[in-house]
């Protein structure tokens, strides 16, 4: 049986990367997995009550910021990214017709990312038959952008987004942990520089530069906080019913990104809906709207709260 023994590790990371653009992801990168270099900051920014009611993110926090904490064999993350720009927003006929954010349209992303990263993780076990993994999406208590961008398949933007100079930012981020010894790639340069469109387009001021205060982000009040928004911000959602794409908009590395052609990022929902629509839906209504989407992270009460 093969082991590690029969493949030196830069083949080995060179077949992992191979598999990875074979499943449906569009960048891929190897990241050490010391601890974070930002526990700091993110325990001062809970300390600050910037999560809001995210109140999950200070639990396990010690798992958060040490990926070995969180999987004590790991010694390589392979960090993927798969892009879901599919369409420019069309504009609506309407100017009181509501949005929805580009990465609740298709299929919800946990399902799918998760899917491709258990292909790659079974084939690395057919591989190297003693290795050991642990994949992980958004919903795993780790630092997945900072891993991503240790990884060099993107940097942390101003918005706190990761974002690839070809790729751009619309993209879902998954890691698979293992207990192989990969060679580790180069971070990539901030290529930022003096731009601040993103901070300065958001109509809430939610973000400082490399930071952002999710007490005001839209895509947390339409989507996590569950209290009613207060009446200093409600006039500022810009008609976002679901997320905000505002930020990733903007940005000029999001000028010319690839459009994706995977099935599952295909819109189920349309980019706007009215109202009018939306209060008028019912429970049966809204299961069948948003069926198999990432859009079930919210209830009707508080979808029609947003519309209001």
């Not at 920014?45 to 993110?57: I, T």
Request: aromatic share 8%; proline share 6%.
């Amino acid at each position: 049986m093969p082991n590690q023994a029969t493949f030196d590790s830069h083949q080995l990371a060179a077949l992992v990367k191979q598999k990875a653009r074979a499943v449906g992801f569009d960048l891929c990168g190897i990241a050490s997995v010391e601890p974070s270099a930002r526990a700091d900051h993110f325990r001062a920014w809970l300390d600050a009550g910037k999560a809001g009611e995210m109140s999950y993110l200070a639990n396990r926090f010690d798992e958060r910021i040490d990926p070995r904490k969180y999987f004590p064999a790991a010694r390589s993350a392979i960090c993927v990214a798969l892009n879901y720009f599919v369409e420019p927003k069309q504009s609506s006929n309407q100017s009181h017709d509501l949005k929805i954010a580009s990465y609740a349209r298709g299929l919800d992303y946990h399902e799918h990312v998760k899917d491709r990263l258990w292909m790659i993780s079974d084939w690395l076990c057919e591989l190297v038959p003693e290795v050991q993994t642990r994949c992980a999406t958004d919903t795993a208590p780790i630092m997945e952008r900072e891993l991503a961008a240790r990884a060099g398949i993107g940097w942390i933007g101003k918005n706190t987004m990761l974002i690839h100079p070809s790729v751009g930012s619309f993209t879902f981020l998954g890691t698979i942990f293992t207990s192989l010894e990969l060679p580790i790639d180069e971070p990539m340069d901030d290529h930022c520089g003096t731009c601040t469109r993103c901070i300065d387009a958001c109509p809430t001021q939610a973000i400082e530069p490399y930071t952002l205060d999710a007490r005001r982000c839209i895509s947390y009040l339409t989507i996590e906080h569950r209290t009613e928004i207060a009446p200093e911000l409600k006039s500022k959602l810009s008609n976002w019913v679901f997320g905000c794409d505002i930020c990733q908009d903007v940005c000029p590395h999001n000028r010319k990104v690839p459009i994706s052609t995977l099935e599952e990022t295909k819109p189920r929902v349309p980019s706007t809906i009215s109202r009018e629509k939306i209060l008028d839906l019912t429970d049966d209504d809204f299961r069948a709207f948003t069926r198999k989407t990432s859009m079930r992270r919210v209830k009707l009460p508080q979808f029609k709260r947003n519309a209001r």
